[in-house]
């Protein structure tokens, strides 16, 4: 059975520091995803890797994914508080349906 | 039309009436799932949907019952809920194919379900 794990759960960050979210899977997987999710919305995506070494930027954030570790980090560069929200990673593969991690709940102070 | 479409946004209902979700997508894609989310929780998947198929069921209770009429259209009907059924219900859809211009998945904006 596939299983995500995300850490840390809580995160809270001064704004201008940097910081990153791990995200661990347990079987080869083809396709590692990151998600934003602020309180009360729906998913919105951030990131879609798909091999090994991949790595992709959109402002402060920048995820990478190494297959052979089975390890995705989100990196979060110079904090602001509109960072602020819950952060999932999701893992599937070719008939294995995406499953989330528990997700990390990132709280930017001033 | 880049978007997955659910309705109604938010539902109340009572334990013992029947009502519907629906999730409607334009993209041509032939892949579509429902999750649920509990409060403070990750998305739980329910039931996908392959080439207007079912092909996974989550071992969810039959007060829930999924249909894809078409494509681009995916129901869930309920009925005969209880209150730990409520929670918010997010529609999703993705190609099927996962060539190098894969996006992945696309989500709506979810129906926020009460019952009472």
């Known amino acids: 059975e596939l299983k995500v794990e995300q850490n840390p759960l809580f995160l809270s960050m001064q704004e201008g520091k940097n910081y990153t979210i791990y995200c661990n899977y347990s079987t080869t997987s083809d396709r590692l995803y990151w998600y934003r999710q602020d309180p009360g919305k729906s998913l919105e995506s951030l990131f879609v890797l798909l091999s090994n070494g991949a790595v992709k930027q959109e402002g402060r954030l920048m995820a990478s994914l190494d297959t052979k570790a089975r390890l995705s980090t989100l990196h979060i560069t110079a904090a602001v508080h509109d960072l602020s929200a819950t952060y999932f990673c999701?893992?599937?593969?070719?008939?294995?349906?995406?499953?989330f991690g528990a997700g990390t709940r990132l709280t930017v102070k001033p | 039309d880049t978007e997955v479409t659910q309705t109604p946004k938010h539902l109340v209902m009572g334990m013992t009436n029947k009502k519907s979700l629906k999730c409607e997508q334009h993209m041509g894609h032939r892949a579509m799932y429902w999750y649920k989310q509990k409060a403070k929780k990750p998305p739980e998947l329910m039931f996908v949907?392959?080439?207007?198929?079912?092909?996974i069921n989550e071992s969810v209770p039959s007060r829930f019952s999924p249909e894809c009429p078409n494509s681009s259209l995916l129901n869930l009907h309920l009925h005969a809920l209880q209150p730990e059924d409520s929670a918010l219900y997010l529609c999703?859809?993705?190609?099927?194919?996962?060539?190098?211009?894969?996006?992945?998945?696309?989500f709506g904006s979810g129906t926020r379900l009460t019952v009472v």
């Open positions: 999701a893992v599937d593969s070719m008939g294995v349906p995406m499953r």
């Open positions: 999703a859809s993705r190609h099927v194919m996962t060539g190098r211009r894969y996006n992945g998945y696309t």
């Open positions: 949907y392959s080439y207007e198929k079912l092909s």
